[in-house]
Each structure stands twice: as structure tokens, then as C-alpha cells.
């Protein structure tokens, strides 16, 4: 995985930002130009925005699964994170300006055994059946889980699994790593 330098970060947030206006105001999607390495080369994101004043969770809608250039990613996630995060209600035009983007470059999942999970390093997704759950590196953090066990059973409880079910030899865990950046959050 290539790094995203500063520059391809400063752009990768401009553009999220643009693609949100363009699409609220005018239903089109953002079609971003470049040539730098890092934004062309297929990995998953997520886009998380927040309001300014305190921080709020606005929305959040990412892809694991590195399935398009990372500024494509970006920029459907952040359309997608805007207006079809199933626990708001869609960003309206005059929202926009309260709000903070920030950007998860993910690399690509890879199995994991529940042993090796590194609280703060790896994002984790588990899967079992048709049920899944994705949580973020920096969740942990967040919500103070402080241990392996501790950031399983949210990712668990995210997936509406139980630990404790006797089917969970039969499921599958993976880890990723990010890059995240975004906008300064105004308290």
C-alpha cells in the first residue's frame, strides 16, 4: 500500500466536501482528476463526518474491500455517509458547513485469529452467515475498550452476534489497518 501523502490527503478532503455539495444540491457525482499513486490505487474507505459544535456522530458508511481507486472510494462513501447512513436522517445543503469530514484509508482484510488482535493497530470485521460487523481501529479509543476481549465483544455485539454462541467456530475475523485524517473539529 502506497502512503497518502499530505497533498493527496488535502485533496482527497476537498473533494469529499465538493461531492457531498454537488450531489445534495444537484443529484450529479464528483468526478475527480488526478494522477497521484496513492488515490489511484484500489482500497477500501470510510467517511465519517461530525458536527463542529460538539463533535456529534453525523454519519459513518465506508467499504472494506478495496473495489475502486481510493478517491472513488472516497467520494462514494462520503455521498453514501451523507445521505444513507440508516441511523439519520439525510445531510440537507445548509447542514454542510457545520460539519467535519474525516477520511479511513483502509488496507485490505486479511484473516486473523482472536489471539493476534492489536487493540489500537487493527480494525476488525466478523462474519457469520449473512451477519456481519465492521469497527473501525480508533473505536477502542473511543468508547474505552481497552482490551482484545473487550473491542471482540463490541464488534460482536455491532454484528448482533453472540460470543458465546456455539456457532462461532464457523466464524470469520479480519483485520485491517487505516490511514485516517480528516478536518480540525471545532469543540
Not at 485533496?11 to 475527480?32: D, M
Not at 462514494?76 to 440537507?92: G, M, N, S, Y
Amino acid at each position: 500500500m502506497l502512503p497518502v501523502g499530505e497533498g493527496e490527503r488535502a485533496l482527497a478532503l476537498r473533494a469529499a466536501r465538493r461531492a457531498i455539495a454537488e450531489y445534495l444540491e444537484r443529484g450529479t457525482t464528483l468526478e475527480v482528476a488526478t494522477r497521484a499513486p496513492s488515490l489511484l490505487e484500489p482500497r477500501g474507505s470510510f467517511v465519517t463526518l461530525r458536527r463542529r459544535e460538539g463533535g456529534a456522530l453525523r454519519g459513518c458508511r465506508g467499504e472494506a474491500r478495496p473495489a475502486r481507486p481510493l478517491i472513488a472510494s472516497i467520494i462514494r462513501e462520503a455521498i453514501l455517509t451523507a445521505t444513507d447512513d440508516p441511523r439519520f436522517p439525510p445531510v440537507k445543503p445548509e447542514e454542510l458547513p457545520g460539519l467535519t469530514i474525516k477520511i479511513s484509508a483502509l488496507t485490505p482484510p486479511v484473516p486473523i485469529s482472536p489471539g493476534e488482535v492489536v487493540v489500537g493497530k487493527h480494525g476488525l470485521i466478523v462474519m457469520r452467515g449473512k451477519r456481519s460487523g465492521l469497527l473501525l481501529p480508533e473505536v477502542p479509543a473511543h468508547f474505552g475498550l481497552r482490551t482484545p476481549e473487550e473491542f471482540l465483544a463490541a464488534l460482536y455485539q455491532k454484528a448482533g452476534l453472540s460470543a458465546d454462541d456455539p456457532s462461532r467456530d464457523e466464524d470469520r475475523l479480519f483485520a485491517f489497518e487505516t490511514e485516517a485524517w480528516g478536518e480540525p473539529e471545532v469543540g
